[in-house]
């Protein structure tokens, strides 16, 4: 159920910022700028129009990094220097290169930001598509909702503002062992009977 709707939202959200960012790139005017006056040196031209879809862009900008990791959408590249330059390379975000062409060593072209903006929201629909496949399957059932009471405490902390990346510790781990071992206590106090499938699940 948490990865649907986790999912459903991730969609929305990359939607939001494919469609923002093309109503952007719609607006923007001509760079006039040469390869030399890029960078911190001076900036881009910009309508209002275009101004305005820019600070949007960057309202969202983290919602939609964050996103695209989500549903493992492969966001990222390497921009190396002019061999006869030289320089450090530079992790870049093809979303970053939406807003800012010249953020690597070289100008990124919009379209080909874009197209990799339009595979990440194909694959929220394609996460979003599988999960709610799996939330309609009776046989997940049995893993999927212990699984996802397990989980209660890390989705109740993220929303207060933890890292999701914090789940995935060794100490988060043992917290859903001993958050197990809760529930398996209660279990046999109210005398309930689980099964060893049941366990399975739960650890699932």
Do not use: C
């Not at 952007?24 to 910009?46: C, F, N, V």
């Not at 969202?60 to 990791?69: Q, R, S, V």
């Not at 903006?117 to 709610?132: C, D, L, N, P, T």
């Amino acid at each position: 159920m948490t990865e649907y709707i986790e999912a459903r939202r991730a969609e929305a959200v990359l939607t939001r910022f494919r469609d923002v960012a093309e109503s952007y790139l719609a607006a923007k005017p001509r760079d006039p700028r040469g390869l030399s006056d890029m960078g911190y040196w001076t900036d881009a031209p910009e309508t209002q129009e275009s101004q305005a879809r820019r600070d949007e862009l960057e309202h969202i900008l983290a919602g939609a990094k964050a996103a695209a990791d989500f549903v493992g959408a492969e966001a990222r590249f390497v921009s190396y220097p002019p061999t006869r330059v030289g320089g450090t390379p530079l992790n870049v975000h093809w979303f970053d290169a939406v807003l800012d062409p010249d953020v690597g060593h070289l100008p990124v072209a919009p379209g080909r930001a874009m197209g990799w903006v339009k595979r990440a929201v194909g694959a929220a629909v394609e996460k979003r598509r599988s999960a709610f496949a799996r939330l309609v399957s009776p046989w997940w059932w049995i893993i999927d909702w212990p699984a996802a009471i397990l989980r209660l405490p890390f989705l109740i902390l993220r929303v207060a503002g933890l890292s999701p990346k914090v789940e995935e510790h060794l100490a988060a781990q043992i917290l859903k062992a001993l958050f197990l071992a809760a529930i398996l206590w209660v279990a046999a106090a109210k005398g309930l009977s689980i099964t060893l499938s049941d366990l399975i699940g739960f650890l699932k």
